[in-house]
């Protein structure tokens, strides 16, 4: 399984963005898709994540209703809308394929693509 990240940049406190992740490779449908990120020294956080089976959606409480996580299987991607976007939201976004469900820690994804950067400034 490949992923690639994409569509980070620089959005004013307050904005809005919307990242995507191309999943591709075999079976790639069936797999969890989760979105972790990463701010300046700091450990790497699990923010969101869906489940390849039923498209059940789990997320972080930093993140819970300002962000949405859904996937186009058609297109074969996966996408987070960041609204009401914070200062604290800067951040390397990362996505990743998990063979298990809704998964929230790092050590469960086994497939990492590369992070796009979201910058929230004024």
């Known amino acids: 399984v490949q992923l690639q990240a994409s569509g980070g940049g620089l959005v004013q406190p307050g904005g809005s963005l919307r990242i995507s992740c191309v999943v591709s490779?075999?079976?790639?449908?069936?797999?969890?898709i989760g979105w972790f990120r990463q701010a300046p020294g700091k450990e790497r956080e699990w923010v969101s994540c869906?489940?390849?089976?039923?498209?059940?959606?789990f997320y972080a409480d930093s993140v819970k209703a300002r962000f949405t996580v859904s996937r186009d299987n058609a297109r074969n991607t996966v996408y987070l809308q960041m609204n009401s976007l914070q200062l604290e939201d800067t951040a390397i976004y990362y996505c990743?394929?998990?063979?298990?469900?809704?998964?929230?820690?790092?050590?469960?994804?086994?497939?990492w693509g590369q992070g796009t950067l979201v910058t929230v400034s004024s």
């Open positions: 490779g075999k079976f790639s449908d069936d797999y969890t």
């Open positions: 990743a394929a998990s063979i298990f469900d809704g998964v929230t820690d790092r050590d469960s994804y086994a497939f």
């Open positions: 869906i489940s390849g089976a039923f498209g059940s959606t």
